[in-house]
C-alpha cells in the first residue's frame, strides 16, 4: 500500500534544507510505501533545482500558486488511500507518520488525523487539539484555550489542524477539498473540517506523532503581520456566512458585530495605518470575495443539529475534560496498531 507524503512549497529552497530532510527520513521509518512529493507553487528562488540536486527520488509537482488548493489538484492523480499534506516549514519526527495513518485505515468515519505540534524550539506548544470558541461574535478556532495543558497529551477528536494533516484521500477529494473562497489562505483548514463533520466524519488528534512547525514563514514575509490579521478576519466572516445557519449563531453575529463596528472606528486614531478600520474593510473584502468564488462544490447541506454540536463539542470546556465521548474512537487506532497485514506493505 502506498502513502502519499505532499509538501506544498513557495519560494522555501531554505526550509526545505532544514525541513525535508525529516520528512524523508520519517517517510523511510514507515512500514508502508511512502511516496514523498514537493508540490511546488511556482517559486523563483531554486527550490526545484535544490530538491533535484540534494533529493533525486523526491517527485517535484510544479503547479501555479494556489495555496492550499493546490493540493486539490493533486490527489485527484495519486492512488494511495491516506495523502500527508504539509508546508514546507514542517519538521516530522522519525516515528510520526504511521500513528497518523492508522485511525484512517482502521476507522471509517476517520476524515483526518493530526499530531502533536510543537515550535521548533520543540518546548513551545502549538497544537493541533483544537477547540472553538466565540469572541464578541466571531468564531476563533484555537488550540491554546485556558487549560489546554491538562490535554495537550491526550488522544481524542479535533476541530481542525493546520500545518501537518493526514486525510482520507477520498473523503477529501468528495468534500471538493480546500475552497478556492479563502485564497491566499488561513481558516480553509476549520471550513474543510466543518465539512467533514457535516457530512458525519469527524478528525482525531494523535499526539503519538510528533512534528514542529515554524509557522506562518511564507504568509508573514509576504502580507506582514497586520496582512495575516486582515485576511484571517476577513475569512472568518466567510466561514460563518458560508456554514452557519443556527440561528444563535446568526444572532450571535449580528448582535455583537455593530460594537466591534464601533470599536473599529474608535481605534483608528491610536493604531497604525495597517491596522485601521480593518474589519470594515474585511467585512468589504468578504462581501466581494463570497459573490466571486463560493461554489456549490464546496457547500455541504447545513444539518442544525450537527452545526450546534460541533460547537458544543468543540468548546473549550468540553475539550478539557479527559475521558469524556470525545477521546473514543476505534481502539486499535488510539493505541496506534497496525492496519492488517493485507492492507499494508512492510518495508525492508
Not at 95 to 120: K, R, S, Y
Not at 138 to 144: E, I, K, P, S
Not at 160 to 188: N, W
Request: proline share 5%.
Amino acid at each position: 500500500m502506498q502513502i502519499h507524503v505532499l509538501v506544498l512549497n513557495y519560494n522555501g529552497r531554505r526550509l526545505l534544507a532544514e525541513c525535508l530532510p525529516t520528512v524523508v527520513r520519517a517517510a523511510e521509518r514507515s512500514r508502508y510505501d511512502c511516496e514523498v512529493i514537493v508540490i511546488d507553487n511556482d517559486s523563483h528562488d531554486e527550490s526545484v533545482a535544490w530538491v533535484a540536486e540534494n533529493f533525486p527520488k523526491v517527485r517535484v509537482l510544479q503547479r501555479l500558486n494556489r495555496g492550499l488548493c493546490s493540493f486539490n489538484e493533486v490527489l485527484p492523480k495519486l492512488s494511495g488511500p491516506v495523502t500527508l499534506l504539509l508546508n514546507n516549514d514542517v519538521k516530522l519526527h522519525a516515528g510520526c507518520i504511521d500513528p497518523l495513518v492508522h485511525p484512517l485505515l482502521n476507522d471509517p468515519e476517520c476524515f483526518m488525523t493530526a499530531p502533536l505540534c510543537w515550535q521548533f524550539d520543540g518546548k513551545t506548544y502549538e497544537g493541533f487539539r483544537t477547540a472553538v470558541r466565540w469572541r464578541w461574535g466571531l468564531v476563533q478556532a484555537t488550540a491554546l484555550y485556558h487549560g489546554y495543558r491538562t490535554t495537550m497529551k491526550q488522544p481524542g477528536w479535533t476541530a481542525s489542524a493546520g500545518a501537518v494533516m493526514a486525510v482520507d484521500r477520498q473523503k477529501f477529494l468528495d468534500l471538493g477539498g480546500f475552497d478556492p473562497v479563502y485564497l491566499p489562505g488561513r481558516i480553509e483548514d476549520l471550513d474543510l473540517c466543518y465539512r467533514a463533520f457535516q457530512s458525519g466524519y469527524h478528525c482525531l488528534y494523535v499526539p503519538q506523532a510528533v512534528a514542529l512547525h515554524k509557522g506562518m514563514v511564507s504568509f508573514r514575509g509576504a502580507f506582514g503581520q497586520e496582512g495575516c490579521d486582515l485576511l484571517a478576519l476577513r475569512n472568518t466572516l466567510l466561514f460563518q456566512w458560508k456554514n452557519l445557519r443556527h440561528p444563535l449563531h446568526i444572532v450571535r453575529l449580528l448582535a455583537c458585530l455593530p460594537v466591534r463596528l464601533v470599536w473599529d472606528v474608535l481605534r483608528a486614531v491610536k493604531v497604525g495605518k495597517k491596522e485601521r478600520f480593518a474589519l470594515i474593510r474585511a467585512i468589504v473584502g468578504a462581501f466581494l470575495r463570497n459573490r466571486e468564488l463560493t461554489g456549490s462544490r464546496y457547500r455541504t447541506r447545513t444539518n442544525l443539529k450537527r452545526e450546534a454540536e460541533f460547537f458544543r463539542r468543540f468548546s473549550p470546556r468540553r475539550m478539557r475534560k479527559l475521558n469524556d465521548d470525545n477521546t473514543t474512537t476505534t481502539p486499535g487506532a488510539l493505541a496506534g496498531k497496525p492496519a492488517s497485514k493485507q492492507d499494508k506493505t512492510v518495508r525492508a
